[in-house]
């Protein structure tokens, strides 16, 4: 087939679609932004629920996305697409002008940008980070407060930027979940003696292994779960964090001195997927993330005939749905290819 | 005649078809949020008064909506309509005027008469 498919976005989504399309014999040009493909899976250092190394992953996506017929450019962007006809014309950062016969979006999704939880002090407070933060610790083998110390106690907040109104996500982020019993797992692995405490409202954990993830880290790793939203930090004249929170369960208000709280971000439609949104004239939710033709029948479709969706740019998803979403993104693209014949 | 210290124990069960839920319908009317709690205790976690005394938002939201008057009829009296509450609800649910229609709701209500 003498096709070519513009791909935006490298991370697992674009990579996977891009692998799919090549070997139906596509031309596929994929534009990453960042210097390196990937995407956040970069910043993980094991995946849930098996805890496999995101290594692996990262080197099948990698080792799909080289074959013959895809064109990688990094530190890249797009700056507008139009279409004309049965074509799209778009132009790149680097200042390239050129054609696409369909287009899939594969931006992503961004991070919750924890500071803006004030109350819980990220950005303020020295010991309160972020999941992506702790998994860079896991990476580098040590689990440290800033002044060097080893922690004693851990408390984990779940839904930071999810199911939140107040900071306007609607939306459970599916994933923080299971990422908070995996990085308890992980903290009790690497620190014998540390307790870890997480907040939930509610345990969500819908995936394959999920729950027995769950029952692992109460049977195997003793990590305690404690039903309420954390409704600040603080701290204490001598340094440590403190919380307070609703131990809803009992009815009383808790009070608990911590020497680290782990922020569980939620995910957010990425800034580049906006910008894309905004030149290509494509249709964005009431979460702001991309909203395709049909929920049901059409999740990769988008408004624009020849424009279509990969992975979380949609909504919130783990890597295995998301891999499963660029697959299907690549059919409809070949499938549209050649009704347009 | 005897009674040996025997009594009879009042059942436990909420009895949701024969409690009075005249209160919670008042507010769910008039403040619609009300529908919105998730029980995530964000507000009785940020509240001065259950610091210091055994009154608990969400619990009084809940007993309400179960025709379980009777504590929340009590506690109500408690708040000082500080607003804290309002602002760590996930749910954006205006606690305030839920306990200011509660105010409402008991003194209407001939059996909850405050």
Known sequence: ?341 | MSKFGYTISKPRVIDYDKNDRSVAEYILERENSFRMCIECGGCSSACTTGKYTSFSLREIHVLIKRGENEKPKEQIRKCMLCGKCILVCPRGVNTRNVVFLAKQGFMKSDSYAI
């Not at chain 1, 509610?202 to 729950?211: F, I, L, P, Q, T």
Request: net charge negative.
């Open chain 1, 1 to 341: 087939m003498d096709k070519q498919v513009l791909v935006i976005g490298g991370g697992a989504a674009g990579l996977e679609t891009a692998s799919q399309l090549a070997k139906s014999g596509i031309e596929v040009t994929l534009v990453e932004k960042e210097a390196v493909t990937g995407g956040h899976i970069n910043d993980w250092f094991k995946l849930f629920p098996d805890r496999r190394d995101s290594k692996e992953v990262l080197a099948y996506l990698s080792e799909a996305s080289s074959g013959r017929g895809i064109t990688i450019h990094s530190n890249t962007t797009i700056k507008e697409i139009t279409k004309k006809g049965s074509h799209f014309l778009y132009t790149t950062s680097a200042g390239n002008s050129l054609i696409a016969d369909a287009v899939v979006v594969s931006t992503g999704f961004d991070l919750f940008r924890s500071a803006r939880k004030e109350e819980y002090g990220y950005g303020i407070y020295d010991n309160v980070i972020t999941s992506a933060d702790l998994e860079k610790m896991f990476r580098q083998g040590k689990i440290k407060m800033h002044n060097g110390e080893t922690p004693s106690r851990i408390g984990i907040v779940h839904c930071v930027g999810s199911r939140d109104e107040k900071v306007g996500n609607l939306y459970c982020s599916k994933l923080c979940c299971v990422t908070a019993v995996k990085q308890a797992i992980e903290i009790r692995e690497h620190l014998h003696e540390c307790q870890v405490f997480c907040f939930y409202m509610d345990m969500r954990m819908g995936g394959a292994h999920y729950e027995e993830l769950y029952r692992e880290a109460q049977e195997k790793w003793a990590v305690s779960f404690i039903r309420g939203k954390v409704s600040e930090a603080g701290e204490t004249l001598n340094g440590r964090l403190v919380i307070k929170v609703e131990d809803t369960l009992a009815g009383r208000p808790l009070k608990m001195e911590l020497d680290m709280l782990v922020l569980m971000a939620g995910m957010e439609m990425s800034e580049g997927g906006k910008d894309v949104a905004e030149i290509a004239g494509l249709a964005t939710g009431e979460n702001r993330f991309f909203e395709p033709a049909d929920h049901h029948y059409a999740n990769n479709l988008s408004n624009v005939p020849g424009i279509f969706y990969a992975g979380t740019c949609t909504a919130p998803m783990n890597i295995t749905d998301t891999i499963s979403h660029a697959r299907s993104a690549a059919a409809e693209v070949v499938s549209y290819l050649n009704s347009e014949k």
